[in-house]
């Protein structure tokens, strides 16, 4: 089983910043992938991005069109933590966001919500215009 708590949502005006941390506990691996989904009123939970450690110093990353150049996920392997950096915020980032695991290795990025395995309760961002 894996734990995953996160923090750092908020409320920010268009153009501002917030970091999301999603710390994970229990069996879990750095190959193995962790994303950030998100879900606005009325939507369904899309994809945001996600990142997999490949070894030494090289993580593979995928992020959703509508945030490349403004959010970005890293990771702390000794912290066993999974960070969304979210830049130049639009009110249309407005959501839930979830921190998402696999419980096993997968070479591709999973984009859709039955590809992971483990979720947090969800934190949320809000962007005010």
């Known amino acids: 089983q894996v734990q995953l708590v996160e923090s750092g949502g908020g409320l920010v005006q268009a153009g501002g910043s917030l970091r999301l941390s999603c710390a994970a506990s229990?069996?879990?691996?750095?190959?193995?992938?962790m994303g950030w989904f998100r879900q606005a009123p009325g939507k369904e939970r899309e994809f945001v991005a996600a990142?997999?450690?490949?070894?030494?110093?090289?993580?593979?990353?995928d992020y959703v069109d509508s945030v490349k150049g403004r959010f970005t996920i890293s990771r702390d392997n000794a912290k066993n933590t999974v960070y969304l950096q979210m830049n130049s915020l639009k009110p249309e980032d407005t959501a839930v966001y979830s921190c998402?695991?696999?419980?096993?290795?997968?070479?591709?990025?999973?984009?859709?919500?039955?590809?992971?395995?483990?979720w947090g309760q969800g934190t949320q961002v809000t962007v005010s215009s």
């Open positions: 998402a695991a696999r419980g096993s290795y997968t070479e591709i990025f999973p984009r859709r919500v039955s590809g992971y395995d483990y």
């Open positions: 229990g069996r879990t691996s750095s190959s193995y992938a």
């Open positions: 990142i997999r450690w490949s070894g030494g110093s090289i993580y593979y990353t």
